[in-house]
């Protein structure tokens, strides 16, 4: 999977900001060549060497593409690729089936836009090309170094991005705020707090992205809202009660989420 990311972190692998035009084909000797037009010029990538992803180790890389920018290093013999059937995914752009029966899927999102909907600057908030293969073996994902801001420097490390809809913030997804997965359980919580003046983004539906382990793609789910809760409504503490026990399931050892 070939992933953008800002330069300070090194779980994904950057290919290009803001690309137009893309395509997408795969040859019998398992080289994907992406094609495309950024900053006014067309390139043409070509990545190998690389499928899912390994479980989390301090001593051994994480999986990544090797890749040639110039393009020269592409052959068209055996390639060409049939329509997609692969799962569907998040931000699609295009896919393929490849000669060897495998899936190759474009994705692209903002993945960096800033926190509590905050306008886009210096550079946050552009359009990145993802290119990808998933599987996730049901194993946890998670890193072991990270910024004091919460950004993984590690190739293990993902953080969950979780957008508002139709919040405070204003109408449609906007950003409420991006954090780190727990190592070693990968399981991440989050809550929606008066971090800023404004109060909490609270929205009709919320929307939790991740980048995708090694080179797998990128997943999304969007889970509708609730309603405010009502302590003397029984129906509101029984669903309280189940959600808690849920989570305490969930995150039996982890010891950073403290909830209730």
Request: with cysteine; aromatic share 12%.
């Amino acid at each position: 999977m070939l992933l953008l990311a800002p330069a300070s972190a090194f779980a994904s692998q950057l290919i290009d900001r803001d690309a137009r035009g893309v395509h997408l084909t795969v040859n019998a000797r398992g080289q994907a060549l992406l094609t495309y037009t950024a900053h006014g010029s067309f390139h043409r990538v070509v990545a190998w060497g690389a499928i899912n992803a390994r479980y989390p180790n301090p001593k051994i890389p994480q999986v990544q593409f090797r890749k040639d920018y110039s393009g020269r290093s592409w052959s068209s013999a055996g390639g060409g690729c049939r329509p997609y059937a692969g799962p569907k995914l998040a931000f699609f752009v295009m896919g393929c089936t490849a000669p060897d029966g495998s899936y190759w899927a474009v994705q692209s999102w903002r993945r960096t836009l800033p926190n509590f909907a905050e306008p886009p600057r210096g550079g946050l908030g552009e359009w990145e090309l993802h290119l990808g293969r998933l599987t996730y073996a049901g194993q946890p994902v998670y890193g072991f170094t990270a910024t004091r801001a919460g950004s993984p420097t590690d190739d293990y490390g993902r953080n969950i991005y979780v957008d508002t809809f139709d919040s405070r913030y204003g109408k449609g997804w906007r950003r409420e705020n991006a954090f780190l997965t727990h190592s070693p359980t990968g399981v991440f919580c989050y809550g929606f707090y008066p971090f800023t003046s404004g109060g909490p983004g609270n929205g009709a539906k919320y929307r939790l992205t991740a980048v995708g382990p090694g080179v797998t793609p990128d997943v999304s789910i969007v889970i509708p809202g609730l309603h405010d809760y009502d302590r003397s409504n029984a129906a509101d503490v029984a669903y309280e009660r189940q959600q808690n026990a849920l989570l305490d399931s969930i995150a039996a050892g982890d010891r950073k989420c403290h909830v209730h």
